[in-house]
Every structure is written in structure tokens, then in C-alpha cells.
């Protein structure tokens, strides 16, 4: 079998049975495309043929190449994970991948603000205008829920309950019901009673959070408010959208939450992705001690 017929069935494989997220569908077609360039380039095969030496020297020339520990170890699981679906399918008489192993011990921990940090940057939206108030409750929304921010863009006006404070997040076949706080609700309340209805260009769209055109906000529009935000904040730190899920995960761990409601909150299907914060916490604390302790 050819190697553009393996990736075909593979990427079918991850949207129709999987039913994997489209971030990760493209980033597990883009590794294994890689994998299959360099495999020709330098032996001339198909995917199918690849020995484990092979895929050893492939992941070798990644970490040559100046790849972070992350970009290494997602291509570690993009190549097992295609592997084992050929292997699955008879396509292959072994996994050429099974012996491969990220290497964990320097993984990057995720960077979180300070609680004076979220507050410098949930005060910069200014609520002057429709353009204030739409992004003061997305950062409001986003912070108070540790939602993603694909799942805040998502978001349906019906997917809020605000007598009852709370909103429902659709992922896959998963349904999570996250509380918010009343500065949270607050300003979204603002939003929706008053600042929505005259934004949509629609009567019936049914989006939350639109952009000028009336329209969804796009995962690139809410990017760049963020920064024009941060900017504005002036925190030297680089601020995804990502953060602030960090930074709300951090935070309440920090003041004493269960991780295993955090994971709940989160929507994180394995207890691991969760405890990287306690790591996180762990490191806080050891810096602060540095800094702080006379003797230190």
C-alpha cells in the first residue's frame, strides 16, 4: 500500500471513527506528512515498510533540528497513534512504533499570571462601546470557566443559563456544566441583555460571541484581542488564550479545589493532564521560597 493511500485512511480514521478535534486531526496530518517526506528522502519507502530503527532516526533528527521537547513528543503520539491504526487495520504485520518514548523529563511547564496579572488584563476592555463589553466577557467568561478558547468561540447563547449561572460546554459526545462567578455572569449579562442584539447581523444566529460583522468570532480574532490586551496590560509575559485555562486551573488548585473537579472543569479525559498543575504549584512555591527566605 502506497504511503498517500495510508495517510488518506489514517486521516478518515480520526475524523469519522476517532472523531477527533480538527486541531488535532491537522496536527497529526501534518506530523505524519513530515515523517513520510524525510522516510522518502532518505530511504526511498513507503510508511508501511518503516522498521523501528528508522522512526528512532527520524525522531533523532527532530531533536537535531532544534525541536522543542513538546513539538518532539507530539510527534512521538502522531506517529504511534497512525501506527497502531495500521496495525489495527492488518496493514502491517507489526508496530514499528511501540518502542518509541517522549522524553518527559524536561517538559515545559505551562506559564501562568498572577492574580494581580488576570486582574491587570480583565480591566483593560474599556465598557464604552459594543466592542468593550463583547470582549470584557469573553476574558471574563474564559478566566472564570478555564474553558478552551475553540469552546468559548463555540458557545451558543442557549448554552448560558445566567439565573443560574452556569454554561454548558459541548465537546464530542461530552457535555460539562462549569459554574461562574458573578463577575463572570456580570458581565456577560451586560452583554447579552444589551450589547449582543444589536451586534448580530442576524436575528437568528445563535452564536454568543460575535465579531463586528455580526458574525462568530473566529479563534484568530479572539487571538488578536488578547494581545491588543496584553499589550495594553503591559505583562512582559507571552498570554494565549491558553494561559488563562492555566492560570484558572493554577489558581484554584493554589486556594485549595480538588483536582479531580478541577479535571471535571477542565474536561480532561486522563487525571494526568491535570496534575501537571500541581507540578506548576510545586515550582511556585520554590521560587517564592528563593525569593523570599533570607538564608535561601
Not at 524536561?106 to 463583547?134: F, H, S
Request: aromatic share 8%; hydrophobic share 35%; net charge positive.
Amino acid at each position: 500500500m502506497s504511503s498517500d493511500e495510508s495517510i488518506v485512511l489514517f486521516e478518515n480514521y480520526l475524523k469519522n471513527t476517532k472523531k477527533s478535534a480538527q486541531n488535532t486531526i491537522s496536527s497529526y496530518m501534518r506530523d505524519i506528512r513530515q515523517l513520510d517526506a524525510y522516510i522518502d528522502l532518505h530511504f526511498e519507502i513507503s510508511l508501511d515498510s518503516v522498521s523501528d530503527e528508522q522512526l528512532n532516526k527520524y525522531v533523532t533528527h527532530l531533536r537535531n533540528s532544534g525541536k522543542s521537547v513538546a513539538t518532539v513528543s507530539r510527534n512521538i503520539a502522531s506517529i504511534k497513534c497512525f501506527y497502531s491504526f495500521l496495525r489495527s487495520q492488518g496493514k502491517i504485520q507489526g508496530n514499528p512504533a511501540a518502542k518509541l518514548v517522549p522524553d518527559k523529563s524536561y517538559q515545559k511547564l505551562p506559564q501562568i499570571l498572577t492574580n494581580r496579572e488576570v486582574e491587570l488584563l480583565l480591566e483593560q476592555p474599556e465598557c464604552i462601546d459594543a466592542k468593550g463589553y463583547r470582549d470584557k466577557a469573553m476574558l471574563e467568561v474564559l478566566y472564570a470557566t478555564g474553558i478552551r478558547v475553540t469552546e468559548l468561540i463555540n458557545l451558543n447563547v442557549d448554552d448560558v443559563n445566567l439565573s443560574a449561572g452556569f454554561l454548558t460546554c459541548h465537546t464530542k459526545n461530552k457535555t460539562r456544566l462549569i459554574p461562574m462567578h458573578k463577575k463572570a455572569i456580570k458581565a456577560l449579562k451586560e452583554y447579552v441583555d444589551f450589547i449582543r442584539p444589536d451586534m448580530i447581523a442576524d436575528p437568528n444566529e445563535r452564536s454568543l460571541f460575535v465579531n463586528v460583522n455580526g458574525e462568530r468570532m473566529s479563534r484568530q480574532g479572539f487571538w488578536k484581542i488578547i494581545k491588543t490586551y496584553q499589550q495594553k496590560a503591559h505583562i512582559s509575559k507571552d498570554i494565549t488564550p491558553h494561559t488563562l485555562r492555566h492560570s484558572f486551573a493554577a489558581h484554584l488548585l493554589e486556594n485549595g479545589a480538588d483536582i479531580k473537579v478541577i479535571q471535571e472543569m477542565l474536561g480532561h479525559a486522563d487525571i494526568s493532564s491535570t496534575q501537571i498543575y500541581s507540578q506548576l504549584l510545586q515550582k511556585h512555591i520554590k521560587d517564592e521560597y528563593k525569593k523570599a527566605h533570607p538564608r535561601a
